[in-house]
């Protein structure tokens, strides 16, 4: 072997063995079980999304991933746990728009930083649809509008409590039409459609895994979809322009999985590469969608830039109701 083949296989050899140390210290994750803590009770809509999810990770990442429900509170209960865990990846956490893009807005101190205390890896919207009882005299979104201007505080809503998406989405559907009507505030879901299905309430926003059992049983019927767009599950229903609503208008709700801030990097794009491989699965797009829910797949720019926007349009709904939580 000449000096120059000589010098080359040095050269590699060197390099090789430079390699190594970093090649060892490439994050092994996850490397026990992992956690992912909800404000959500059991049986929920946002805790059965989750658990299809986490049963798909475990898979992947040949780990238990175990869902602890801790709801109440707020949320601060579950929020409140997950800072006291792990900070490797380990703990993760599902959240709402409302705790991360409305509190702000609706509390004048929280129990956490909705920046700075979560790194928001992967998004999951749900489209709302504007539910009326069948027998309602309403047949457009636009007949809605047209009485509620005519009769200032006649007509109602509902929700579950102030501040949550439905209730912040009807706000601004009453902000962006010029009318005033009443919210009307149920103990639970289930509560809040029979209450529209019974015609104690004129309408209100709901999914469809929250008004799909009425609907089907013939007790309520859709006037729109609260955005621009049909969804694929509801056809015929048609979009909140077509049915006479205001163009822009979109009251949507979206839960995320957020790991602690401070993650090496390679941990937090496994994380939200495996999340969005999991959600792009076509099985899981069908089971999903069962609870009427549509997939959003940003890049975390895209979504800080969203969230940013989010926080922004609640800022002024909230202010306009005048709603507060302390």
């Known amino acids: 072997m000449n000096a120059r ?86 703990d993760l956490i599902q959240l709402d728009n409302v705790h991360l893009v409305a509190y702000p807005h609706l509390f004048k101190k929280l129990p956490y930083d909705p920046v700075k205390d979560f790194d928001v890896l992967q998004p999951l919207f749900r489209g709302y649809f504007f539910a009326v009882p069948t027998d309602s005299k309403y047949k457009t979104v636009a007949d809605i509008i047209a009485d509620a201007k005519a009769r200032p505080g006649a007509l109602n809503y509902g929700s579950w409590s102030v501040g949550n998406p439905v209730h912040l989405g009807s706000a601004l559907f009453e902000a962006m039409t010029g009318t005033q009507m009443q919210h009307i505030i149920y103990k639970e879901v289930p509560m809040l459609y029979t209450g529209v299905a019974n015609g104690e309430l004129n309408w209100a926003l709901g999914t469809l895994a929250s008004t799909g059992p009425l609907f089907r049983a013939g007790k309520l019927r859709y006037l729109a979809v609260a955005g621009a767009t049909r969804q694929p599950l509801a056809p015929d229903v048609p979009s909140i322009t077509e049915a006479g609503g205001p163009a822009g208008f979109e009251a949507t709700g979206w839960t995320a999985i957020a790991a602690p801030p401070g993650l090496p990097k390679a941990v ?18 069908d089971r999903y969608a069962t609870f009427g829910y549509t997939a959003y797949a940003p890049t975390p720019e895209q979504f800080k830039a969203f969230m940013a926007a989010e926080s922004t349009k609640y800022a002024d709904v909230v202010k306009r109701a005048k709603a507060s939580l302390d």
């Open 268 to 285: 937090a794009d496994k994380l939200r590469a495996d999340i969005a491989a999991v959600l792009a699965d076509p099985e899981m797009k």
């Open 5 to 90: 083949r000589l010098f080359t296989a040095a050269t590699l050899a060197v390099a090789t063995l430079a390699a190594l140390p970093t090649l060892a210290q490439a994050p092994a994750w996850p490397t026990k079980p992992v956690r992912v803590t909800t404000p959500f009770p059991v049986g929920s809509g946002p805790d059965a999304w989750l658990r299809l999810v986490t049963d798909r990770l475990a898979k992947r990442w040949n780990q238990p991933v175990i869902v602890e429900n801790k709801p109440g509170g707020n949320g601060f209960i579950a929020i409140d746990a997950f800072k006291r865990g792990a900070t490797d990846g380990h």
